[in-house]
């Protein structure tokens, strides 16, 4: 075991935290899930690409700085410890990307991950329909073979998108051969919003921004790849036709596991709500000892994510990466939001109902075991590919 | 930044799993029952040790892993040792393991008696145990067979000879763990180490204690699973084995995802043992969510296996009612977190 920073990494944590401190607007953004929120977003995004902070872990060539695994976790870190904004374009750069990098063509990665660190590209998740949920499988939306045009023609719907509404291109899965069943005959479809054939309606979510949207696709047309820019910007398939689940699982690792949630995130609100007990206490609060417990109860589950996450990474660089065990992960962080941001009303008692950062927080933190999967799906996966209990 | 155990590390963990699964296996930790517990069945005549365990582990040089070199021993760090407390754990090695070879050495290492040389050469080769107990009248586990008592009160550590010691002889829902009471008057002569000569060992002992009984539990709680995994994935009801239900798999999964998440937390609290720095927080942080995690496991593992759990003929219970011992000895899961609670909160 090593748990201390090489001088490199120190060095990497120095500038990225005197950056943040010059950079990060002294007062929150609103939220990037409105419309007026996601422009003043955006601007945040042009910032961090252009001092090369949008995406520390990729290449160079495409907007990164070349930065290891372990100075992307120190990044993260810093960036929540200095309440930077949410990341718009978290979708796109922690969601899609990975995806890219694993199967996609070089042309493909040349051309669309440029554009997505530089939130040229703001990308939304297709993978939910009003019939298929936790249930993906059973996806409806349609992706027709057109000989003559040379392409697919893509119809059906898709809902639950995170900023569709406010995004310009949607990733997802579509059967592509109408006899297979379940998760055979479905492919992973790139696709711009502003193609003919494409509406989407935004709509509220339980804070009551317009953080989801639905998508209705009739008869839009991607081409085939030509290998040109045209074609591609046009849309696209990533992988091979047919093998979209297997394509798309590995998205749903990168979101389940540490990519999308870095401990970093979680350490910082820890660090919120110990401030935020100690004013209480400060103030002459009367506090049920309990509620105190469940302070240390969550910096403690925060602990122990971030010393899981040090081991999944040390997994990661040394050729082990976690596979179905991701699933841990997704149970445990949104779990662990939800409890921490319980206990943070808890201390404020009967102000937290005042419409604040907490109580927008517990909001969101309850999506947690929802989206990604559920937790029900989770501890299936758990039972079943971790543990190796028999599946029916 | 690396946090996983060495290549070395992991060979060494892997060939006491080896022996332990060799020499300490159901039949082994069955015989180590005592007799006065040995009512309900067929329990043995046991003193709460596998001999044949111990003195593997002491040929392949795990009892003085921590014991310097210039004493016998190998002179290595906490770190190499936890890993191998998940694995006696995990076997449901009765014996002193954590006692003698992770919490006395680094102890006695810091005293400038003699005595306390002595005895670390002799725990390196496997020649004494050592009972280890906290506070005035301590109750310690295999107390009818140790040799010695490190004994550390609030200002010291005394180390008492077994042979002369006054024990009361305590029966632990365990059988295997052969408890006493020693019955102790602090005096002077049994100093080995004080809080004006070495504060720092005496608190580290106490972290030690925590860290190594949690990463046991660790290895308790992957017992049980395992053996309800097989066993789920065994019984048939309605037709079906019992593991294809959901109720069943959504219990396992939690009780799967506490241990997850404890055994990292014993690894960190055993690293900075390793390096020298404060452990309190940490140890206390690995020990509340070893000891609760092992309390939902050993809920959950004999709720699954019905009746057939709920008797001594079956193997759990071997396991059950040790994890209930060790989630309290040493402290439980309340005492380590307002520990944690009084650093974040009070200081
Ligand atoms: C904030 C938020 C953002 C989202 N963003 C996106 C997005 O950008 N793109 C996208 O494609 N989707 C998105 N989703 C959708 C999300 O992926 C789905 O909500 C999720 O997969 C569950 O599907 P469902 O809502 O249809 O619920 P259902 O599948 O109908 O489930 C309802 C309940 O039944 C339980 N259940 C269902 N099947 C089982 C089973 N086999 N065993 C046990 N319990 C079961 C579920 O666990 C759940 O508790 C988002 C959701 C939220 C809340």
Same mark, same amino acid.
């Not at chain 1, 639905?214 to 045209?230: A, K, Q, S, Y």
């Not at chain 2, 632990?172 to 020693?182: I, K």
């Given at each position: 075991?090593?748990? *201390? ?48 902070? $949008? ?12 930065? *290891? ?48 660190? $530089? ?23 349609? $992706? ?5 045009? +040379? ?92 093998? +979209? ?48 417990? $469940? ?19 040390? +997994? ?51 999506? +947690? ?24 | ?119 670390? %050469? ?125 109720? /069943? ?46 309390? /939902? ?27 209930? %011992? ?22």
């Amino acid at each position: 075991m090593d748990l *201390t920073w090489s001088e490199s990494e120190q060095h990497f944590r120095e500038e990225c935290r005197e950056w943040l401190r010059a950079n990060v607007p002294a007062e929150p953004l609103p939220s990037g899930d409105t419309s007026e929120g996601f422009a003043v977003h955006l601007e945040w995004e042009y910032l961090l690409h252009s001092a090369g902070w $949008a995406v520390v872990s990729w290449p160079a060539a495409y907007g990164g700085r070349d930065a *290891t695994l372990w100075e992307w976790l120190i990044f993260e870190e810093e960036y929540y410890a200095a309440g930077a904004p949410q990341r718009i374009t978290q979708n796109g750069i922690f969601l899609l990307a990975p995806t890219i990098f694993e199967f996609g063509s070089r042309a493909q990665q040349d051309y669309y991950l440029p554009r997505m660190s $530089a939130a040229q590209d703001l990308w939304c998740q297709g993978w939910s329909e009003p019939n298929a949920g936790s249930d993906l499988a059973g996806i409806k939306s349609r $992706a027709v073979r057109d000989d003559e045009r +040379g392409g697919w023609v893509l119809s059906g719907q898709k809902t639950w998108t995170t900023r569709g509404a406010f995004s310009t291109h949607l990733f997802g899965l579509f059967r592509t051969d109408p006899e297979a069943e379940r998760h055979r005959g479905l492919t992973y479809f790139l696709a711009p919003l502003t193609a003919e054939g494409m509406t989407v309606r935004g709509f509220g979510r339980l804070d009551g921004d317009e953080g989801f949207a639905e998508v209705f696709l009739d008869d839009v047309f991607v081409p085939d790849d030509d290998g040109t820019t045209e074609t591609m910007a046009a849309g696209g398939i990533l992988g091979e036709i047919g093998q +979209g689940w297997g394509v798309a699982m590995s998205t749903t690792s990168s979101e389940r596991g540490l990519t999308l949630r870095s401990p970093g995130r979680f350490r910082a609100a820890a660090a919120r709500l110990l401030e935020l007990a100690h004013d209480q206490i400060a103030a002459g609060v009367d506090l049920d000892p309990a509620v105190l417990d $469940a302070v240390t109860d969550a910096w403690i589950d925060t602990e122990a994510y971030a010393l899981y996450t040090l081991r999944d990474v040390t +997994g990661v660089v040394e050729g082990t990466p976690a596979g179905a065990r991701s699933s841990y992960n997704k149970v445990f962080w949104s779990e662990l939001d939800v409890r921490l941001h319980e206990a943070a009303l808890d201390l404020l008692g009967a102000e937290a109902e005042l419409d604040g950062s907490w109580m927008h927080g517990y909001e969101f933190s309850l999506s +947690g075991p929802i989206y990604a999967g559920t937790n029900e799906i989770q501890r299936n996966i758990i039972a079943e590919r971790v543990l190796g209990l028999p599946r029916k | 930044m690396r946090f996983a155990p060495t290549e070395e590390q992991a060979e060494f963990r892997s060939a006491v799993k080896a022996l332990l699964a060799d020499t300490c296996d159901i039949v082994a930790v069955r015989a180590s029952w005592g007799g006065e517990v040995g009512r309900h069945t067929d329990v043995g005549q046991g003193n709460g040790r596998v001999e044949r365990a111990w003195k593997g582990l002491a040929d392949m040089g795990v009892l003085g892993l921590l014991v310097p070199e210039a004493d016998g021993g190998m002179g290595m760090t906490q770190d190499a040792f936890v890993g191998i407390a998940v694995e006696a754990g995990y076997a449901g090695l009765p014996d002193p393991l954590i006692e003698t070879a992770a919490v006395a050495p680094p102890v006695l290492a810091s005293s400038s008696e003699p005595l306390a040389s002595e005895i670390l %050469a002799r725990i390196a080769c496997g020649e004494v145990t050592v009972g280890v107990g906290f506070g005035e009248s301590p109750i310690v586990p295999c107390a009818s067979t140790a040799d010695w008592f490190l004994i550390l009160t609030g200002s010291a550590a005394h180390l008492l000879d077994a042979s002369a010691a006054d024990i009361t002889p305590l029966s632990s829902v365990d059988g295997a763990r052969h408890l006493g009471r020693v019955n102790w008057n602090a005096d002077d002569s049994t100093v080995v180490v004080s809080s004006d000569s070495d504060a720092v060992a005496l608190a580290a002992a106490r972290n030690a204690a925590a860290t190594f009984s949690a990463a046991a539990l660790v290895g308790l709680s992957h017992r049980m699973i395992d053996m309800t995994v097989e066993y789920v994935g065994e019984r048939r009801q309605f037709g079906v084995p019992i593991g294809s239900f959901q109720a /069943v798999k959504h219990e396992l999964a939690d009780a799967a995802l506490g241990v997850e998440f404890a055994e990292p937390l014993a690894f960190n609290a055993a690293h900075l043992l390793s390096v020298g720095e404060d452990a309190t927080v940490a140890a206390s942080m690995a020990k509340s969510r070893a000891s609760r995690s092992s309390q /939902v496991a050993s809920d959950v593992c004999l709720q699954l296996h019905g009746a057939i759990g709920y008797t001594v003929e079956h193997d759990l219970h071997l396991f059950m009612k040790r994890a209930w %011992a060790l989630s309290r000895q040493y402290g439980d899961f309340r005492t380590h977190r307002a520990v944690v609670r009084r650093a974040l909160l009070e200081d």
